[in-house]
């Protein structure tokens, strides 16, 4: 398999047109779809998200790195369903109800579709409602939430109530992030965590998904 | 450098103004709500906002127009009103002022990223442009392109801004990295300075996303790489939860008495942004005389 370090390579440096077509040649050349994930691929996000902490990557690495995942995992993952492998986690992603910015919260998503996360993606200003039956209809692990305000933080503090009131608050972890977030905040609210950025976020997911 | 400015740069450092937002807030603006939107539905709360700093000192304010670009307003469903919303906003703030303050109009980043291609840089550039047009048409002294987090859509907007002939304010948040001094996309204070100057800014600055003591080392180190001057709005500090309540813990005092540290470095304008309010405009109006 010496072909594949240049798959690791090929997502490392963010090149999505190699990377698809490596992963292509591979999967023809009978490659085993869950080794190239686990050997090659989350290895390069994990180096992705070690230059990240170490300044040397920053947020368009970060972009450009889970495009070419995302390119390759097109091709890998109906397979991984085929042979019954599940995601690292199911994941349920929406900036609260009232709060329109989109980019944190899409940061986030491709970061957690990078290391193997199956995302579902609420979009912007979603009611608590929303969330809750996503989390039911999707039987979803995880639920992540952003805000980039402090006026439409608050919206996070409802939103974890409405699970409760729902009954649904124990079937779940629960993380947050956003500019005006805390780890007192997450405390506060009842989340089980909370990250600054996304890369952050991955391995916050990874804890609570094993947790 | 635009007769504007040198006018204005002939005492410094020149005090701007606080956030709007919050004040807005109190006076009944809800979560979630457009601020934008009250220059047609609330300008009397809006003016009052204005006035109030006008008289705690600022010898510049802004406009309630950071949301004002077509992409942003689409968002909340009123891109068929920028050219009133800018207009308004422009007016609200120049009969607040009544000649004691200068209107450096505010343009904010469209919330949208180049990089996934969400929207084209010609999408941008036509949104900024359209935006500073209705600016200036209505009488604005200078543009203010503030809170911007990508460097190649703050030079779209210093592009769009150059179209009006008035003198150009860019401001760029630096909160990223481990020693928080790149923004988000990793730029450092150097590459913005070089970047923005040669893209046509008249001023370079940095703004939101840090408090004082971030923004301190930054205003040097801008400072050290452009001969443009340099214009500086530190949050006041980091917000807290206190009792269900958004807080920021630093006083008026304590963000003036900082402050110094800025005026010592150079810099041209000072003002605050998240957490600030007329107060603190007060303050750095006692403590920069």
Known sequence: MEDLKKLYDAILTGNFKSAKEITQQALAAGADPQAMVQQYMIPAMDEVGRRYEANEYFVPELLISARAMKASLEFIRPLLIASGAEPAGRVVIGTVKGDLHDIGKNLVAAMLEGAGFEVIDLGVDVSPEKFITALNEKKAGLVAMSALLTTTMNSMKTTVEAMKAAGVRNNVKIMIGGAPVTEKYAEEIGADGYSTNANGAVALARKLVAA | ?289
Request: proline letters at 5%.
């Open chain 2, 1 to 289: 450098m635009h007769p504007t400015l040198v006018r204005l740069l002939r005492s410094t450092p020149v005090l701007t103004d606080g956030a709007w937002g919050t004040q807005l807030q109190a006076l009944g603006l809800r979560a979630g709500e457009c601020p934008d939107a009250w220059n047609l539905t609330h300008p009397e709360q809006v003016r009052q906002v204005a006035r109030l700093y006008v008289d705690a000192g600022s010898a510049v304010i802004l406009t309630n127009t950071f949301r004002s670009n077509r992409i942003a307003l689409e968002g909340f469903g009123l891109a068929d009103k920028v050219v009133d919303i800018n207009t308004s906003g422009v007016r609200i703030s120049r009969e607040a002022a009544a000649g004691r303050a200068l209107i450096f109009a505010s343009i904010g980043p469209t919330g949208k990223m180049l990089m996934t291609e969400e929207v084209t840089p010609d999408e941008m550039l036509a949104a900024f442009t359209e935006q500073a047009a209705a600016l200036a048409s209505a009488g604005a002294d200078a543009l203010v392109i503030e809170t911007m987090s990508d460097l190649e859509e703050a030079k779209l907007a210093v592009q769009a801004a150059r179209t009006t002939g008035l003198p150009v304010v860019a401001s760029m948040v630096f909160d990223s990295g481990k020693d928080k001094d790149r923004t988000m996309m990793g730029s450092t204070p150097e590459q913005v300075a070089e970047e923005l100057a040669a893209a046509g800014a008249d001023v370079i600055g940095a703004n939101c996303g840090l408090g004082m003591e971030g923004y301190i080392p930054i205003a040097r180190r801008l400072r050290a790489a452009t001969h443009l001057p340099i214009w500086i709005k530190p949050n006041a500090g980091l917000p807290e939860m206190v009792e269900g309540k958004v807080t920021y813990r630093t006083t008026p005092e304590e963000f003036a008495r900082q402050a110094a540290a800025l005026r010592d470095a150079g810099v041209a304008f000072v003002g605050g942004c998240c957490g600030t309010s007329p107060q603190f405009v007060h303050a750095l109006s006692t403590m920069l005389r």
